[in-house]
């Protein structure tokens, strides 16, 4: 599950960060694969499914990857819709619905800060190459 993010973009590489060797990230990567299309799936949501404090898990997930658990969240999700745009087989907003965002210029904005570029824009690269 993880593997298919392997890429020398940033935004994918908290991804491979240690996962294969560390358990604790393996399960917060499982549940994050199982819930990111849910719109109001949050990190306190994230921390339960844990049996973690929010406070526990933000500590512990700041340390694990050096970002905070909305921003992995974020970029989990963005990743996410990212890889369904390089398919070809979603349109921007359809990829932005299945990856659990509701708000285009919300989406638009983190796609942009993760990715450099408008959703637009990316899946024209991507589809030119």
């Known amino acids: ?30 549940t994050m694969e199982s819930h990111y299309r849910e719109e109001h799936f949050t990190v306190e949501d994230m921390a339960e499914e844990l049996n973690m404090s929010r406070s526990q898990f933000y500590r512990k997930i700041s340390c694990e990857t050096g970002t ?5 969240l974020q970029k989990f999700k963005i990743g996410k819709s990212a890889q369904m745009l390089r398919s070809g087989n979603y349109n921007v907003t359809q990829a932005m619905f299945e990856s659990g965002f509701q708000s285009t210029s919300h989406f638009s ?14 899946r024209k690269t991507i589809s030119q190459k």
Do not use: A, I
């Open 1 to 30: 599950m993880v593997n298919s993010y392997r890429s020398d973009h940033p935004v994918f590489g908290v991804f491979t960060q240690v996962v294969d060797d560390n358990p604790f990230l393996s399960l917060v990567y499982s």
């Open 68 to 72: 905070t658990p909305n921003e992995l």
């Open 109 to 122: 904005k983190l796609f942009r800060k993760y990715m450099g570029m408008n959703p637009s824009v990316f």
